[in-house]
């Protein structure tokens, strides 16, 4: 795992054809992520993650690169409250407050203890997951938990793009059509939508946080700088940590 510091896809019929469509993973309409509205942490993760904080993770590796081509991509585990990857072994506690897993590991579940499809099944966490079709800023109440969905891989890919599977956090432009203007080097881009995508968790533990994924390529935050050949799977995304029982972020 590498060190993180802060400044911080219908149905196909192959394998095959899902690992070349992020492998063989755009210069128009640049999206611009928010500029935050609060201060971002300096410090690096090493202990709890502060409650009422803008933190930001930069280059989260969360799927390597030999896994990535060879087309094998087991769950990461990651917990926020504490700023750190959790080993697979301890997919069944409460350690984990996110899991990405699925097709490139871009599909995102909570850690729920009660959903039997769910990696955390009877491991102790009360966790769940849901996202909102809204800007970062403009989320101020934290949904309901019965809101909150707790099944496996329940984020993932957004209807705006190609194999969308409902609202989701990234759009993934197959042709290079959608925002690349039909560029060879801009087909199979995945953009995350930090401008119009808000991500709400109740990490394992009750607490609630309010995520905004800004990229899942190595160094680069805008569309313009994302082409097909861009190291991906490395996320940057900015969080805000809140204590059970809040209603407002």
Same mark, same amino acid.
């Given at each position: 795992?590498? %060190?993180?510091?802060?400044?911080?896809?219908?149905?196909?019929?192959?394998?095959?054809?899902?690992?070349?469509? #992020?492998?063989?993973?755009?210069? /128009?309409?640049?999206?611009?992520?928010?500029?935050?509205?609060?201060?971002? @942490?300096?410090?690096? &993760?090493?202990?709890?993650?502060? #409650?009422?904080?803008?933190?930001?993770?930069?280059?989260?590796?969360?799927?390597?690169?030999?896994?990535?081509?060879?087309?094998?991509?087991?769950?990461? =585990? =990651?917990?926020? /409250?504490?700023?750190?990857?959790?080993?697979?072994?301890?997919?069944?506690?409460?350690?984990?407050?996110?899991?990405?897993?699925?097709?490139?590991?871009? &599909?995102?579940?909570?850690?729920?203890?009660?959903?039997? %499809?769910?990696?955390?099944?009877? +491991? +102790?966490?009360?966790?769940?997951?849901?996202?909102?079709?809204?800007?970062?800023?403009?989320?101020?109440?934290?949904?309901?938990?019965?809101? #909150?969905? @707790?099944?496996?891989?329940?984020?993932?890919?957004?209807?705006?793009?190609?194999?969308? /599977?409902?609202? +989701?956090?990234?759009?993934?432009?197959? +042709?290079?059509?959608?925002?690349?203007?039909?560029?060879?080097?801009?087909?199979?881009?995945? =953009?995350?939508?930090?401008?119009?995508?808000?991500?709400?968790?109740?990490?394992?533990?009750?607490?609630?946080?309010?995520?905004?994924?800004?990229?899942?390529?190595?160094?680069?935050?805008?569309?313009?700088?994302?082409?097909?050949?861009?190291?991906?799977? #490395?996320?940057? &995304?900015?969080?805000?940590?809140?204590?059970?029982?809040? @209603?407002? &972020?």
């Amino acid at each position: 795992m590498k %060190s993180v510091t802060t400044n911080r896809i219908p149905i196909i019929s192959s394998l095959a054809l899902l690992v070349f469509m #992020f492998s063989s993973c755009s210069k /128009e309409n640049d999206v611009q992520p928010d500029t935050p509205q609060k201060p971002v @942490t300096e410090e690096p &993760f090493k202990g709890t993650a502060p #409650f009422n904080t803008l933190t930001r993770i930069t280059n989260l590796q969360i799927t390597k690169e030999d896994a990535l081509y060879a087309g094998v991509t087991p769950p990461f =585990y =990651y917990s926020l /409250e504490n700023n750190k990857a959790i080993s697979p072994d301890q997919a069944k506690t409460a350690d984990w407050d996110i899991a990405f897993d699925g097709i490139f590991n871009s &599909f995102l579940e909570g850690n729920s203890s009660t959903d039997k %499809s769910n990696k955390g099944f009877r +491991g +102790g966490g009360n966790g769940g997951i849901l996202i909102l079709p809204l800007p970062f800023d403009q989320v101020t109440t934290i949904p309901a938990d019965s809101e #909150f969905k @707790t099944k496996s891989r329940a984020v993932g890919s957004d209807d705006a793009g190609a194999f969308g /599977e409902g609202v +989701g956090w990234y759009l993934y432009d197959y +042709g290079g059509t959608i925002r690349g203007g039909g560029a060879i080097d801009k087909k199979h881009v995945a =953009y995350a939508m930090p401008e119009t995508r808000t991500i709400i968790l109740r990490t394992a533990k009750g607490n609630y946080a309010k995520i905004k994924i800004i990229s899942c390529y190595k160094d680069v935050l805008t569309a313009d700088k994302m082409f097909k050949d861009t190291p991906k799977m #490395f996320l940057t &995304f900015d969080f805000i940590l809140l204590p059970k029982g809040s @209603t407002k &972020f």
